[in-house]
């Protein structure tokens, strides 16, 4: 089954706006990731956050984490045309043990960022 | 820094025909390597990984296989494509994903 699910499916949004994305999942993680994905491309790694973090921050991007809601948030400020993509939340559950990098996705956000 | 590449780019495939991707990496020694394979409008599903050489694990039953002759190479591979077997391949390293291998089966 699915362990993280993001919410909104798609998102439209005009230049200069910010963008919140959600995520939720099922089980106790040891990490959850974003990933940034252009059409047709490959994962770009956005920010990893750690079970005992509660949030962080990189450039524009920030993320907060809930581990009492199992739920994790990206927010993107000031949107480019450029962050126009689809982006994915992943976790790795605390049963996969150590570092093993087994990620179980979402289905994604589609961000439209409009000029 | 690691480097992961993944070829072919593309790949037109007729049913029943068989499969070769390769993912090697560089930057690293003893990786952890793992397969993920998304389908149309979808997020990634896991379906192999590797902590070394010759060892592989399946996280679900398919028509695929994966082998890892050498330390940096994984390889996904399959005796008779099925039409289902389309999608996009993504070879990963820990959390680093590399650019993905796009397979159509008609």
């Known amino acids: 089954s699915q362990q993280g699910e993001e919410d909104p499916q798609a998102l439209s949004i005009q230049e200069g706006e910010n963008a919140t994305m959600n995520c939720s999942y099922k089980?106790?993680?040891?990490?959850l990731q974003w990933y940034r994905q252009n059409s047709g491309r490959g994962l770009v790694h956005l920010i990893l956050?750690?079970?005992?973090?509660r949030e962080k921050h990189s450039g524009r991007l920030r993320v907060t984490l809930d581990t009492s809601k199992k739920s994790s948030s990206l927010l993107i400020t000031a949107s480019r045309a450029a962050d126009t993509a689809s982006y994915f939340c992943?976790?790795?559950?605390?049963?996969?043990?150590?570092?093993?990098?087994?990620?179980?996705f979402g289905k994604g956000t589609l961000l439209t960022v409009n000029p | 820094s690691q480097t992961i590449h993944q070829w072919p780019a593309t790949l037109v495939q007729p049913v029943g025909s068989p499969l070769s991707l390769e993912c090697t990496v560089e930057?690293?020694?003893?990786?952890?390597l793992y397969w993920y394979r998304q389908a149309a409008g979808r997020g990634l599903q896991l379906l192999f990984y590797?902590?070394?050489?010759?060892?592989i694990s399946s996280e679900v039953p398919q028509n695929l296989s994966a082998s890892r002759p050498q330390d940096r190479q994984f390889i996904l591979s399959s005796k008779k494509l099925l039409l289902s077997d389309s999608g996009f391949y993504l070879c990963?390293?820990?959390?680093?994903f590399g650019p993905g291998t796009r397979l159509t089966v008609l």
């Open positions: 930057g690293t020694s003893n990786p952890n």
């Open positions: 990963a390293w820990n959390e680093f």
């Open positions: 956050i750690r079970s005992n973090e």
């Open positions: 992943a976790t790795d559950g605390r049963n996969s043990g150590g570092s093993n990098y087994k990620l179980t």
């Open positions: 089980t106790s993680i040891n990490n």
């Open positions: 590797s902590v070394g050489i010759g060892q």
